[in-house]
């Protein structure tokens, strides 16, 4: 792998599984192997540049490879602490990977059909999430077309090539997608609150349904809990006069979806969590969460 290096060469990260080495100089006559202070590597065709950094999958979970002016050059910055134990229990399942870089995205595919994905905005790790293809990746290739699109392509175990990102379905299946946020307090872990509702803050492609609902109290038994709110309809991906592109936007909607979800409990805390599967809906991002309110009282 390619690193930055001084302004007139550059340097190659050589990895093993265990150990990482630099090669530094300009030919044979120069070059000058030099060992990593870590014992930490890389597994094989899990390793990509992400901006000015190379990221990992090593035997110690994702890694971060950057340049730094201290002494030994690169530092390593292991990224998936807070998910540790998911990529443990697929340690040597690992098969390929590769960066999606309109996207700043580093994805790393495993032999169980499934992938890791990890988002940065900028240079900071904005969020892990795992993927399911329902196929296993054994190949894949990112790159841009003539026109500066980028393109993910990855052939399977059934011998066809499939297009990644593209399209509202799995090869004509539903996408199945869901997320739990963590049981949030409000900033206030013993006061009791009765919950009234929650305004959602969605980026959609087009129009969406999703399927929203709740846990009070980490899900306490003694506690009536949420009722799914069935099929809330999104329809956003509004344009503004003389600076949209055509086709690109909805007439008659607004930029950003903020549907209002209905909320009914008390407890001192809530988690939502979302879940859509369909196979003709657009793409829809959610970017913020506000739940209202009426604090109750203190539970001693």
């Known amino acids: 792998q390619i690193q930055s290096g001084s302004t007139t060469a550059a340097s190659l990260s050589i990895f093993t599984e265990g150990r990482t080495f630099t090669l530094y100089g300009n030919s044979s006559a120069d070059w000058q192997l030099t060992p990593s202070g870590d014992d930490i590597g890389a597994f094989e065709f899990c390793f990509q540049s992400v901006g000015n950094d190379t990221m990992m999958l090593t035997n110690r979970g994702i890694q971060r490879l950057r ?5 030994g050059n690169f530092s390593y910055a292991s990224v998936s602490d807070l998910v540790q134990p998911l990529i443990t229990a697929k340690r040597g399942l690992q098969l390929c990977s590769t960066t999606l870089k309109t996207r700043n995205q580093y994805r790393v595919f495993f032999s169980d059909e499934t992938a890791i994905t990890v988002g940065l905005t900028g240079n900071k790790i904005s969020g892990i999430m795992p993927l399911d293809y329902g196929m296993p990746v054994r190949c894949v ?26 399209g509202t379905s799995f090869d004509g299946e539903p996408i199945t997608a869901w997320i739990r946020l963590p049981f949030n307090n409000l900033k206030g872990p013993r006061v009791r609150k009765r919950y009234r509702s929650a305004i959602l803050e969605l980026v959609v492609g087009g129009y969406t349904e999703l399927q929203v609902t709740y846990d009070l109290g980490y899900g306490n038994l003694d506690v009536a809990q949420g009722i ?29 979806g903020n549907p209002r979800v209905s909320l009914d409990g008390i407890e001192k805390n809530i988690s939502i969590l979302f879940y859509s599967s369909r196979d003709q809906d657009d793409t829809h991002t959610l970017t913020g969460l506000t739940i209202t309110h009426s604090p109750l009282r203190l539970e001693r």
């Open 141 to 166: 290739c990112t790159a841009e077309t003539t026109d500066g699109t980028e393109v993910t392509m990855f052939g399977s175990d059934d011998g066809y090539v499939y297009q990644d990102n593209s």
């Open 67 to 71: 340049a730094v002016q201290d002494f």
């Open 228 to 256: 799914a709110a069935i099929d809330q309809q999104l329809l956003a991906a509004g344009g503004y006069w003389d600076s949209f592109v055509w086709d690109s936007f909805t007439w008659d909607a607004q930029a950003v």
